[in-house]
């Protein structure tokens, strides 16, 4: 590794890296071009297949869409194939992706499509009502359908763009640093603003994934974290791409169904939050399929208690368990848990990436030395380079080549890093300080505790007091003052949740990070 300048920042990098992400996937090509790509029901795409679907759909948005480099085009995709070939396709145009959460609303799809300026839109058909909102203010611009349907403004059907194509575009000039993707961020803290990924940001991410992971080749994924988040578009898809993986596809998590994908297709490497985990070991027939070929389980956005830790473990003797963590602004990783780690960290979500710098500064902004708790600034060439065209954000958002994560954190004498608690999360409970981190992951030691989050509430004398959330495990009924009788043999009595409420599911985002702003909200509503 050496050090250079980075989106204006002095940064480490690995020397030895492709430029681009169409340069990583031309030579991956090269390397394995009867390797599959993409799988996904019934279609089994190579390598050599991949690169001429990308030549020919970007070869029909230059002559259909008039597209030129940094333009915006939006996708309303789930896991399926043509997300992947529209994200190829843009970046050899250099035109920027728009990646769209399919759970948002109607409103807040067309004001990020706004937002973004974006000129092209590709969408499934069941988000048709969208499209014809969007048509109706831009009637000009190009709209991709991947299946048939009624809309009131002309489309093109995604498959005749590969019966109508076949001239060679000449692709412009990219370089490293230039953007590829606008992805908005989940919204936990306000309005959603737009992190411009680049493609040094991506290379980066996925070599730093791949000098940690040291995964035995031929690589194959199963995706079921959305690809329009970060975790399954950088940490599964680009990471397959650049590594000459398979991304196996699979358009919204069901237990069964996922087991069986993980047997049939020999899946070695999975991604995923902590529930996804639990769910797999729950499902009846857990135990009667092979999983075997599974060689590593990575996962991040929520803690997973020591219990669960241990019982993957026992369940999968031969797999490699790595906690992860980072955000959209990280481009995926920020710290990963190492190859081989003691068993008395797992409370750790790892150590900082090869080409990551961490630290922890106190409320004026000064750095505090190993083992004291402060607000966690991460710095790196997978940090993205701005918030588009929000300048107010990035200014508040990034100190001195640092990005500034809002989470507090503390790292050991080793190296491992500690989430405690969002900044803004913290309960002060008549002046102690109680983290979430350190409550929700007794919470989860409960034999009954399926998911917790907690937040504070409001209280005459101590200020605020905390309420747990809990969802129990299937056929388990906890009773608030059993779950209060356990915490108090483990935290102090301050930190024991004052409330304690029983609840079917913990509200996520994309990335399966737990909404505590919506739990304030359940909150203000019971009062």
């Not at 333009?71 to 990646?99: H, K, S, T, W």
């Not at 992971?213 to 399954?232: D, M, S």
């Not at 389980?297 to 803690?303: C, L, Q």
Request: negative net charge.
């Amino acid at each position: 590794m050496n050090r250079e300048t980075i989106h204006g920042r002095e940064v480490y990098v690995f020397d030895d890296r492709p430029s681009t992400i169409m340069e990583a996937f031309e030579k991956t090509v090269r390397n394995y071009p009867e390797r599959e790509a993409i799988v996904w029901n019934d279609q089994r795409i190579t390598y050599l297949e991949l690169q001429k679907q990308v030549h020919q759909l970007a070869s029909w948005m230059t002559d259909h869409g008039s597209l030129k480099k940094n333009d915006r085009v939006a996708l309303l995709l789930g896991n399926r194939p043509e997300f992947i070939q529209m994200f190829l396709a843009c970046a050899y145009l250099g035109v920027i992706v728009v990646p769209l959460n399919v759970r948002s609303s109607k409103k807040e799809l067309l004001n990020m499509i706004e937002k973004a300026g974006a000129s092209m839109l590709c969408a499934e058909a069941d988000y048709a009502e969208v499209v014809e909102d969007w048509q109706a203010l831009h009637p000009t611009y190009h709209v991709i359908m991947t299946d048939a349907v009624t809309l009131n403004e002309p489309y093109t059907q995604f498959d005749h763009v590969f019966k109508t194509t076949s001239s060679k575009t000449d692709y412009p000039y990219i370089t490293e640093e230039d953007p590829l993707y606008i992805m908005f961020t989940s919204g936990t803290t306000g309005e959603p603003k737009g992190a411009v990924g680049s493609h040094v940001n991506v290379i980066h991410s996925v070599l730093n994934y791949s000098q940690v992971f040291q995964a035995t080749e031929p690589i194959r994924t199963l995706i079921a974290v959305p690809l329009f988040h970060v975790t399954g578009l950088v940490g599964q898809m680009f990471y397959m791409i650049i590594r000459g993986g398979t991304n196996v596809l699979m358009k919204r998590y069901q237990t069964g169904p996922y087991l069986d994908l993980i047997e049939r297709e020999k899946i070695t490497f999975l991604f995923n939050v902590p529930t996804i985990y639990i769910m797999m070991m729950s499902h009846e027939q857990f135990t009667s399929y092979d999983l075997s070929s599974i060689e590593i389980m990575a996962f991040g956005g929520a803690p997973m208690s020591p219990e669960t830790i241990s019982a993957l473990m026992k369940a999968l003797p031969k797999s490699r368990l790595h906690n992860a963590y980072g955000a959209t602004e990280t481009t995926s990783p920020a710290a990963i848990m190492p190859k081989d780690y003691p068993l008395d960290k797992t409370a750790s979500v790892g150590k900082v990436v090869p080409t990551g710098e961490f630290k922890m500064v106190d409320e004026t902004g000064e750095e505090l030395p190993a083992g004291e708790i402060g607000e966690l600034y991460i710095k790196g060439p997978m940090i993205v380079q701005e918030y588009w065209q929000n300048q107010e954000a990035v200014q508040r958002s990034f100190d001195k080549g640092y990005w500034k994560s809002g989470d507090m954190a503390m790292i050991d004498e080793d190296g491992f890093l500690y989430i405690m608690d969002r900044k803004k999360d913290i309960i002060n409970r008549g002046g102690e300080k109680v983290f979430s981190a350190e409550v929700e992951n007794i919470l989860y030691g409960h034999p009954d505790v399926l998911e917790a989050a907690i937040i504070g509430v409001p209280d005459d004398i101590f200020g605020e007091e905390v309420k747990a959330y809990i969802v129990p495990k299937e056929g388990k009924h906890p009773s608030p003052s059993a779950i209060q009788t356990y915490m108090k043999d483990h935290v102090a009595d301050y930190k024991v949740p004052k409330k304690i409420e029983i609840i079917d599911f913990l509200p996520r985002n994309p990335g399966g990070k737990i909404l505590k702003t919506k739990l304030m909200q359940l909150e203000k509503q019971s009062q």
